[in-house]
């Protein structure tokens, strides 16, 4: 019963590796649970706010000139969220209709990523890296063209896109998938 003192202080420190392990693995978790219920909030907003500007648009609630502020203040600020592969911004120009069936579908395609995520399945995983793959690659442009100065919200866009990004290719969060 007698162990060298070397073979328990081995056997102290296997015991914490493991635990620090499990401990990693319990936090890779949640953040894979995180992510795919952050995609499916994003993508039931997206949705509900793309029909939002269809309705707008249809002049029964405001006249013509508010719907075009209304738009590029809601279509500015909705350029931020995480998980918008191209800039919103660009549609400013074009009528609110237009707009509202590009955030639809945009909504519609992250929160079905998101479900997918949920169920754990392989083709969500590999949509979820492509759309937040294309975010983090214009999000970088942006900040490549106008610079920290610039844009300073392309900075943060890009951390959060970049981390969901990390999460989505982290192969160990999604082991039954």
């Known amino acids: 019963m007698n162990q060298p003192k070397g073979q328990h202080a081995r056997e102290a ?44 648009d ?19 600020t909705l350029a931020q969220f995480p998980g918008i592969p191209f800039d919103l911004t660009e549609l400013t120009t074009s009528p609110a209709t237009i707009a509202g069936i590009v955030v639809w579908i945009l909504g519609l395609d992250v929160m079905l990523v998101g479900l997918g995520l949920w169920v754990k399945n392989r083709f969500a995983i590999y949509a979820g890296i492509v ?12 900040f490549l063209l106008s610079g920290i100065l610039g844009a300073p919200s392309s900075v943060i866009e890009l951390i959060v ?16 998938a």
């Open 58 to 76: 249809t002049g029964l609630f405001m006249n013509p000139t508010h719907v075009s502020l209304v738009s590029k203040n809601f279509l500015s």
């Open 161 to 176: 896109n970049s981390m969901i990004l990390y999460c989505l290719f982290k192969s160990e969060i999604w082991d039954d």
């Open 13 to 56: 420190y296997r015991s914490f590796r493991h635990k620090l392990f499990s401990i990693g693995e319990a936090i890779w978790k949640i953040a894979a649970k995180t992510v795919s219920l952050v995609s499916i909030g994003l993508g039931g907003l997206l949705l509900v706010l793309g029909l939002l500007m269809l309705v707008v």
């Open 131 to 142: 759309i937040f793959g294309l975010a983090v690659f214009f999000d970088f442009v942006k």
